[in-house]
């Protein structure tokens, strides 16, 4: 007789835990003892150069986001003790609702108290069971999880292939204008981008509505920082932007953004938003400020596109196979760079060697990354110094090549 519990010993995150543990390494339960900076901490007993962070514009330690943070602590206590719809809509959440409007130029805007919350409510509420959902096949975990909770028909097509799609929606017929497409901005495993071009182009043909995940292109690509839709100039066909706070702007919460009026009933309909705690007043305080220096600073997006193209060209020379090059996904840059590995042991050993000597990155491997082939996942910062960068190129020689 089996037991309830039996099928957590051979689940893949257990046989991967158990495979690290005989290596003598834990990628999954790394710990960061101290913070040093936006790029330098200990982990595990190592001073490492962070190499594996969302914190695309560095600003986790920006003076004004912490002081503001303080501050809302100091004034509105800890917590708000419960939900938006409840008694936990302060007044810096509603004038983060409008900032986050007024930066994405539209209309409506809803604050959730994370990322997750924000891509999974709005994922889950969009359709229902008489809708179809047309969803890219490497979306990320939230939007797997809100699809099935939607009761709408789930339909997957082939990553970033608009010709794929554009099939699928053929045969839907008179049902495409009933359909929710998603896509995201920068896919966070490969870093590959979005053709978010030619899937707004199929809409002129079918008439569906399309929701973007700006997640990791949100302060990375634009000129303003919109994301990719800004970068592709393609806005007006973007029906909902969702994204969150925890990457460009260093605190946490999740966001919708929309033109359509009908976000403000929507709203009232997402399990996420009506049964959570709200954000914490020092999080919106935080959230405020960098939101204006994500707005203003360009030099940052200079910084970080300098030191993404810097690792780029180091690793290249070094001959890595890099993320977009998996998957027929062309060479195309951004700030998430991922070494690919066939061999997943010499992966993992690499990962703690590139830790012992100072370098911490992610470590990716099936099934969590969209391959066969494991990943050792880089994403750059614009606090990054050359220094730092070329010390990352180097490691990595040392240990995969040395
Ligand atoms: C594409 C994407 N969407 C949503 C989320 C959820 O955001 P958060 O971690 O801030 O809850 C993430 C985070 O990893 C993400 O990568």
Known sequence: MTTLLDKFHSLPAAVFREETARLGIRPLGAVTEQIISPTEAIVDGHRVILAGTNNYLGLTFEQEAIKAAQDALNNQGTGTTGSRMANGTFAEHVALEEEMAAFFRRKHAIVFSTGFSATCGVSATLAGPEDVIMMDSDSHASIYDGVRLSGA???????????????????????????????????????????????????????????????????????????????????????????TFSKSLGSIGGYCVSNCDELEAIRFSIRPYIFTASSTPAMIASTRVALRHLEHRTELREALWRNAAQLYDGFEALGFRLGPRIDGLGDQRSPVVAVVLEDREFALKSWQKLLEKGVYVNMVVPPASPSTFSLLRCSVSAAHSTEQIQKIIDTFDDVLNG
């Open 153 to 243: 028909e789930i339909l997957r097509f082939r990553h970033s292939d608009p010709s794929d799609l554009d099939k699928r929606l053929r045969r839907l017929g008179d049902r495409s204008s009933r359909t929710l497409v998603i896509v995201e901005g920068i896919y966070s495993m490969l870093g590959d981008i979005s053709p978010l071009k030619e899937v707004a182009a199929l809409k002129e043909k079918y008439g569906f509505c399309l929701m973007v995940d700006e997640a990791h292109s949100m302060g990375v690509l634009g000129t303003h920082g919109r994301g990719l839709a800004e970068a592709m100039d393609v806005e007006d066909a973007v029906d909902f932007v969702v994204g």
